[in-house]
């Protein structure tokens, strides 16, 4: 399957499920000082997270061209180091806007990747913020593994966008890509967020609950959001190099021509 299908796929994927196709928006954003470059498909929504904007829809899908060359979401330092990072990307997205939150995001995320992708289960890892015990019964419900459920903090699952704007607890899918997927001394729990690149996360699926401003103490305070919302990142070249069986992003059709030029 092609880049190009990819996104096709998961942009037709989620309008079948009502969701309006929005374009990406530029990586200047706009009225944003918080931000140099776009660094994730929720940044053109960020005020309907933050109830300030509203749109004709409460369901958007996108794929949003991204940057994370500094701030808070830099990946400038991976670069060259991993085969899964460059500083410029596409994040197929699905957003809710106080319309579904946690069950449906998920049940969304389970089925585009098993019966639509048909990923094999047994490459699949699923983690959760440490006390979402929601998010961990959701996956089990829908049929993850007890034990392919992971739990971790606030570095890997808590997003925020920067120091300040909507934030929450969020669930991520990681896929295993080394050998014999059922030989559970090669596809191993502490690769998932550990070395290498034989498990990397291909989705994260983010609860927006909560915004961070600075107070007048200039201090970081964190209040809740007026709807709980929903926000996912599904790495487009990495989603190709699972499809297209290759190792590295970099060998995926979005990226080896451009190399090869
Ligand atoms: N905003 C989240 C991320 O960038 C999910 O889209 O990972």
């Not at 995320?109 to 440490?130: E, H």
């Not at 600075?214 to 790495?235: F, R």
């Amino acid at each position: 399957m092609t880049g190009n299908e990819i996104r096709e796929l998961f942009l037709k994927y989620f309008e079948d499920h009502g969701h309006t196709r929005v374009r990406s928006s530029p990586l200047l954003p706009a009225n944003d000082p918080t931000l140099l470059f776009t660094n994730a498909g929720m940044n053109q929504f960020k005020d309907v997270f933050l109830g300030l904007d509203k749109r004709e829809y409460v369901r958007a899908a996108s794929s949003q061209k991204c940057i994370r060359a500094g701030g808070k979401h830099n990946d400038l330092d991976e670069v060259g180091k991993t085969a899964r990072h460059h500083t410029f990307f596409e994040m197929l997205g699905n957003f809710s806007f106080g319309d579904y939150f946690k069950k449906e995001a998920i049940a969304l995320a389970w089925d585009l990747l098993l019966n639509v992708y048909k990923l094999p289960l047994n490459r699949l890892w699923f983690s959760v913020y440490t006390d979402d015990d929601d998010a961990a019964r959701l996956w089990e419900e829908i049929g993850a593994p007890r034990e392919r459920i992971l739990r971790f903090g606030e570095k890997d699952n808590f997003w925020q966008m920067g120091d300040t704007g909507p934030c929450g607890p969020c669930s991520e899918v990681h896929y295993y890509m080394g050998e014999d997927p059922d030989d559970p001394t090669k596809n191993r729990a502490d690769l998932v967020n550990g070395p290498g690149d034989d498990t990397m996360e291909i989705w994260n699926l983010v609860f927006m609950q909560f915004e961070r401003s600075l107070n007048d103490a200039g201090e970081i305070v964190q209040t809740s959001l007026p709807k709980p919302s929903v926000d996912t990142g599904l790495g487009l070249e990495r989603l190709a190099v699972v499809l297209q069986g290759v190792k590295s992003n970099y060998d995926t059709d979005l990226i080896r021509p451009i190399v090869e030029y």
